[in-house]
């Protein structure tokens, strides 16, 4: 079973910045966690990834709360190319361990 | 640079068939999974390679599932018998994580083959 918690839906209105939240209340200290996407048709898409600190790359940025039971994936300024199901996973080594994916969070981009 | 390509994009086969679903990971990528999407859900685990190397087919639903990476690789998932419930999407992934090297590397995902039995 996914180990993560996501709302199943979400829209945000063009431009104005996305925050998907995520909580994993059960993480143990050594999991890390990962955010992908998945665009119709297409495949996941890796976005982001942290273990405690909060991370930003050109993508996204990822804000894990202090007791690291949620976290926040933030896209700053959302496009319509942003529109897809959102991925919350945790997981201990990514390259060498299988992802488990829960059902996401579909984000719909409004113009 | 060249990502996951899967092939064919696309299958149609008749239940009792057999099929192939290739996968050309990125090159140098020591690590491949296979994941199989049902519609409206999220992908599942299949199996796991690293180089030539089977080391999880955990997630495999039964024996008319086999999944190969001869040469570490090309990898090729067979299905023998085909079912309905077969239909899905299947999908490959790689990464460049090894046990020797910094191993927290993504996984990256092919577009995947469509299945569709009749």
């Known amino acids: 079973d996914a180990k993560t918690t996501q709302p199943p839906s979400m829209d945000c209105a063009e431009g104005r910045a996305a925050n998907l939240p995520c909580n994993h209340s059960t993480i143990s200290g050594n999991e890390y966690v990962y955010w992908y996407r998945q665009i119709h048709s297409q495949g996941p898409q890796y976005i982001i990834h942290g273990l405690k600190n909060n991370e930003t790359n050109e993508m996204a940025s990822l804000i894990i709360t202090e007791d690291r039971k949620s976290s926040t994936l933030i896209l700053p300024h959302a496009t319509l190319r942003d529109t897809a199901v959102y991925y919350c996973?945790?997981?201990?080594?990514?390259?060498?361990?299988?992802?488990?994916f829960g059902t996401g969070t579909r984000l719909t981009i409004i113009p | 640079g060249a990502g996951v390509s899967q092939s064919p994009r696309y299958k149609v086969a008749k239940r009792g068939q057999d099929v192939a679903l290739r996968c050309d990971p990125i090159?140098?990528?020591?690590?491949l999974f296979w994941y199989q999407q049902a519609l409206g859900q999220g992908p599942e685990f299949l199996t796991y390679?690293?180089?030539?190397?089977?080391?999880?087919k955990s997630g495999l639903p039964s024996d008319r599932f086999f999944a190969e990476r001869p040469e570490g690789s090309v990898s090729t998932l067979k299905i023998q018998r085909t079912q309905q419930e077969d239909s899905a999407v299947y999908l490959c992934?790689?990464?460049?994580?090894?046990?020797?090297?910094?191993?927290?590397?993504?996984?990256?995902f092919g577009d995947g083959t469509r299945l569709s039995i009749l």
């Open positions: 996973i945790v997981g201990g080594d990514f390259g060498n361990e299988k992802l488990t």
């Open positions: 090159s140098g990528h020591v690590s």
């Open positions: 390679f690293q180089n030539e190397a089977q080391l999880d």
């Open positions: 992934a790689s990464s460049s994580a090894n046990p020797w090297a910094d191993s927290n590397q993504p996984q990256h």
